[in-house]
């Protein structure tokens, strides 16, 4: 048994893997999970080959929601340290060690970096918004109007709502059928929303809830042409709604004094 201050943390059983102990509840839960496995895997504790805990034992051990473990699988699987196999589970990649492509949401420190991840946003969620309009079911498009809404209650509590902006472009990707748009929003993850900028660029409240409110108003543009089915206005929009904010990011990089 070890202490900490304030907290009694126990041991994990003799049978049960380290990584399996609950989470923090202060870290992001995905971002933790994903740190775990790929720490697992990476020193060799979990061989290539080896089956992953089901995602039930998963949620038991770590005390968390499903859709936190199957987050968390997804940016495994886009990492390539982990597989997925229909009915059977999730395995250790045969080469698993290989470096991968991947973003250090720690290396985006400025605003610059972020330009760069925007930009790369811009070449995958405007065909993205196409697909969903045309592709998308009657559940998806209300989850994206859901989600909508949800980014609309969060900036009216003052939040900065940088988890309903996120959740609301992954349902977009979600509504164009094809599971790799959602694998690689989740692989990028929600810092490529970075509210953090804002926080220290923006001097008062009303202004940021200004700033937040007209980005609202780009994604309703963007979730009513996908409702009303068009597909080249749901494209127009996500272009012009990325465009500007590659622009609010430039000018927030201006008045920081940082290179954009």
Same mark, same amino acid.
């Given at each position: 048994?070890?202490?900490?201050?304030?907290?009694? =943390?126990?041991s *994990?059983? *003799?049978?049960?893997?380290? #990584?399996?102990?609950?989470?923090?509840?202060?870290?992001?839960l995905?971002?933790?999970?994903?740190?775990?496995?790929?720490?697992?895997?990476?020193?060799?504790?979990? !061989?290539?080959?080896a089956?992953?805990?089901t995602?039930?034992?998963?949620?038991?051990?770590?005390?968390?929601?499903? /859709?936190?473990?199957?987050e968390?699988?997804?940016?495994?699987?886009?990492?390539?340290?982990?597989?997925?196999?229909?009915?059977?589970?999730? #395995?250790? +990649?045969?080469d698993?060690r290989?470096? !991968? #492509?991947? @973003?250090?949401?720690?290396?985006?420190?400025? @605003?610059?970096?972020?330009?760069?991840?925007?930009?790369?946003? =811009?070449? =995958?969620?405007?065909?993205? !918004?196409?697909?969903?309009a045309?592709?998308?079911?009657?559940?998806?498009?209300?989850?994206?109007?859901?989600?909508?809404?949800? =980014?609309?209650?969060a900036?009216?509590?003052?939040?900065?709502?940088?988890k309903?902006?996120f959740?609301?472009?992954?349902?977009?990707?979600?509504?164009?059928?094809?599971?790799?748009?959602?694998?690689f929003?989740?692989?990028?993850g929600?810092?490529?929303?970075?509210?953090?900028s804002i926080?220290? /660029?923006?001097?008062?409240p009303?202004?940021?809830?200004?700033y937040? !409110?007209?980005?609202?108003?780009?994604?309703?543009?963007?979730?009513?042409?996908?409702?009303?089915?068009?597909?080249?206005?749901?494209?127009r929009?996500?272009? +012009?709604?990325?465009?500007?904010?590659l622009?609010?990011?430039?000018?927030?990089a201006?008045?920081?004094?940082?290179p954009?």
């Open positions: 048994m070890t202490r900490r201050i304030g907290t009694l =943390v126990r *994990p059983p *003799p049978d049960k893997p380290a #990584f399996l102990r609950p989470l923090r509840p202060t870290r992001n995905t971002e933790e999970i994903v740190e775990r496995i790929a720490g697992e895997i990476r020193s060799g504790r979990l !061989a290539p080959g089956k992953l805990p995602e039930q034992k998963l949620m038991h051990a770590m005390r968390v929601s499903r /859709t936190v473990v199957r968390a699988v997804a940016a495994l699987r886009a990492e390539g340290l982990v597989t997925t196999r229909q009915g059977s589970g999730a #395995f250790v +990649a045969a698993a290989r470096s !991968a #492509f991947r @973003i250090d949401p720690d290396g985006l420190s400025s @605003i610059s970096d972020v330009l760069n991840v925007m930009e790369l946003r =811009v070449a =995958v969620e405007v065909e993205s !918004a196409a697909l969903a045309e592709r998308a079911k009657s559940w998806q498009i209300a989850a994206i109007m859901q989600a909508l809404a949800d =980014v609309d209650a900036i009216a509590g003052g939040d900065s709502a940088v309903e902006d959740a609301f472009h992954r349902a977009i990707a979600e509504g164009t059928l094809n599971p790799q748009f959602g694998e929003l989740a692989f990028l929600q810092h490529v929303i970075p509210r953090h926080r220290t /660029t923006l001097a008062t009303a202004e940021q809830h200004s937040l !409110a007209r980005i609202q108003k780009e994604h309703r543009r963007i979730a009513e042409a996908i409702r009303n089915r068009d597909g080249t206005e749901a494209r929009a996500m272009r +012009a709604h990325l465009a500007k904010s622009e609010r990011y430039r000018q927030l201006e008045r920081a004094g940082e954009a």
